[in-house]
């Protein structure tokens, strides 16, 4: 049986803590996927997507029945055919994830990498374009806190005629994402990241030029059960593809709602208010931001190096036994690095006091949790 503790603080890079709103809705009585107030549901749901990743009124936007990994792999599916060279942004494991996808889909990839802990360079980018009929890139690398520049590559991709697919998973919904105004054809994130929601749905967009290319295949797409024209017939023709799952579209659909009832900005400025604020008040026991360049740092995944000496799995397993979890580092920054969520619910202050109460002890650090208090005042909101 799995102990029932009230509290939970999850400072985890996903799952995030439930938005209130979409833990209520999971109560909802059960619904038939094809029953008309569903489909009203939906086309709230595809609204309100439309604006998460500021993309045009028509633009096509649905769930994938799965998680964030479902929404990348359906990109892949569909709009690479063997043969097809795709270049594949991969500076930490999600990009990596991004090019076997690919791979698996029988596309020649081309890897631009970076190093560790530092964004892609759009000249990179640049230089591998020739002949490419899709450029992936992961937006916020959760593996290393590293945002990437997905603007400058979207120029570089559109003016070269390819496809440009974004993981979006980090970042819609949280960071400001514009996939009219870049020019993105295929943007996914997962519902259980930036939305708080159940994880189990995964939000995509998929652009006109990507159903093009999607249309213009020699071969129909051998994943069924995410073949966009698939998509299509349950979510513009109400008809019957397979059972989505009702009752996480409730939640989601509260939690998107609850986003932009707050609003983008806001949500992108609560971030970064409380990104300072941990930042200043972890600095004096030698945290240091993992990733060098303030550009590239990735407000919703605040990878921090540890000091010299600090029991890293000790810490995190006393930490998990007060029912607090975070994230150390993952393959070569493993021991080296923490990795605290600020997605969606995680981003609060509530949940980070409670965190600092506890490394006070830990650390023995006393008065690290004032040294909050005082710094999420002094930091402008
Ligand atoms: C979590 C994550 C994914 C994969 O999502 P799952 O929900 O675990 O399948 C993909 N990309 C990024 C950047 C992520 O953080």
Redesign the pocket.
């Known amino acids: 049986m799995l102990p029932e503790h009230s509290e939970h603080t999850l400072l985890t890079?996903?799952p995030t803590p439930l938005h209130p709103h979409a833990q209520h809705a999971l109560t909802r009585p059960m619904l038939g996927h094809m029953d008309p107030d569903v489909f009203a549901l939906n086309r709230e749901i595809q609204a309100d997507l439309r604006t998460m990743y500021g993309a045009t009124p028509d633009t096509f936007t649905a769930l994938l029945a799965?998680?964030?990994?479902?929404?990348?792999e359906a990109g892949f599916a569909n709009l690479v055919e063997p043969g097809d060279t795709v270049v594949v942004c991969a500076n930490g494991s999600?990009g990596a994830?991004m090019a076997e996808m690919a791979e698996r889909y029988g596309a020649h990839v081309r890897t631009v990498t970076a190093p560790l802990g530092e964004p892609i360079d759009p000249e990179q980018v640049a230089a591998h374009l020739d002949g490419a009929r899709m450029v992936a890139v992961?937006?916020?690398?959760?593996s290393t806190g590293v945002l990437n520049p997905v603007p400058a590559i979207a120029r570089l991709a559109r003016e070269s005629g390819a496809l440009l697919t974004v993981?979006a998973?980090?970042t819609a919904g949280m960071e400001p994402f514009h996939a009219e105004a870049w020019g993105v054809d295929y943007a996914y994130t997962?519902a259980?990241?930036c939305l708080s929601a159940p994880?189990g749905v995964?939000p995509v967009m998929i652009s006109d030029r990507a159903f093009d290319r999607f249309h213009a295949r020699r071969e129909r797409t051998p994943l069924w059960y995410c073949d966009f024209d698939g998509l299509r017939d349950y979510w513009e023709r109400q008809s019957y593809h397979h059972t989505v799952p009702v009752n996480l579209h409730f939640a989601l659909h509260a939690a998107l709602r609850a986003a932009l009832d707050e609003g983008l900005t806001t949500r992108r400025d609560r971030v970064r208010h409380l990104s300072g604020a941990i930042q200043a008040t972890l600095a004096p026991l030698g945290f240091t931001p993992f990733v060098r360049d303030p550009a590239a740092r990735l407000p919703t995944?605040l990878a921090l190096r540890l000091p010299d000496g600090l029991d890293d799995a000790g810490v995190r397993r006393a930490l998990r036994e007060r029912h607090i979890s975070i994230t150390g580092g993952l393959g070569p920054t493993a021991g080296l690095i923490w990795r605290l969520g600020l997605m969606g619910e995680a981003a609060r202050p509530a949940p980070y006091r409670t965190l600092m109460t506890a490394l006070e002890d830990l650390l023995g650090a006393p008065g690290l949790r004032a040294r909050f208090d005082d710094a999420l005042a002094a930091v402008p909101a």
């Open positions: 890079p996903g799965g998680t964030g990994s479902l929404g990348m999600f994830r992961v937006h916020g690398e959760t993981d998973v980090t997962g259980q990241k994880p995964a995944v």
